[in-house]
């Protein structure tokens, strides 16, 4: 990786926009206090940059602030294409409690390794999860790279996928329930 883009400042939404299922303003569901994004889960839909990318390495450094009962989940999402609506297609990292690291072709989005599968089931993480326990702090990383997508979670290899339909688009994350925090997002270019 060359040159670090940050994609969230810590002040503000600069270069940024949502899509939901409800009719609320984002601020209802985004916050940002202290130099750390806070999202409540409510409504769902997600938050996406205004630029396109590819060929990248993201991080994204984030925790669930409690969990309950479909309460639990959230996720990144790559390769986002517009129009913005729940769900686009794109390429996501699930964030469920439990389950960081499996892989969501969304929206007819679609890869090798996933043919076959209807859009509900998910290519699932090797191993048993990596995440570390509610209220610490979990680094989401994804490699980008042509139509390959390789998943870690907290510096484990959990997942990857090649051959994929969509290999650029916009960055996102999801408001799925979930009650998140996000303190730092963002991807190093690939040469």
């Known amino acids: ?3 670090r883009i940050d994609l969230f400042n810590g002040k503000d939404f600069n270069g940024w926009t949502f899509a939901s299922r409800g009719t609320n303003a984002p601020s ?14 409510q409504p769902i839909g997600y938050c996406r940059t205004e630029k396109r ?19 639990d989940n959230t996720g990144v ?7 913005d609506k729940v769900w686009p297609a794109c390429i996501q990292v699930q964030g469920k409690h439990d389950r960081q690291g499996d892989l969501f072709l969304m929206a007819g989005a679609e890869s090798k390794e996933h ?6 089931t998910p290519i699932p993480m090797r191993g048993e999860s990596n995440e570390h326990p509610v209220g610490e702090w979990n680094s989401s990383v994804t490699i980008c790279a042509g139509d390959d997508v390789k998943a870690f979670i907290n510096d484990r290899l959990m997942n ?3 051959g994929c339909t969509i290999s650029s ?6 408001s799925e329930g ?7 997002m963002y991807l190093e270019p690939l040469k």
């Open 1 to 3: 990786p060359t040159n």
């Open 28 to 41: 209802e569901t985004w916050t940002i206090t202290d130099g750390v994004i806070h999202c409540t889960g």
């Open 53 to 71: 990318f590819r060929d990248y390495k993201l991080t994204v450094e984030w925790r669930f602030v409690k969990v309950a009962a479909k309460a």
């Open 77 to 83: 999402l790559v390769h986002i294409q517009t129009p």
């Open 115 to 120: 043919r076959g599968l209807d859009a509900n």
């Open 160 to 162: 990857e996928t090649s």
């Open 169 to 174: 688009g916009f960055i996102g994350i999801q």
């Open 178 to 184: 979930g009650e998140i925090e996000i303190r730092r």
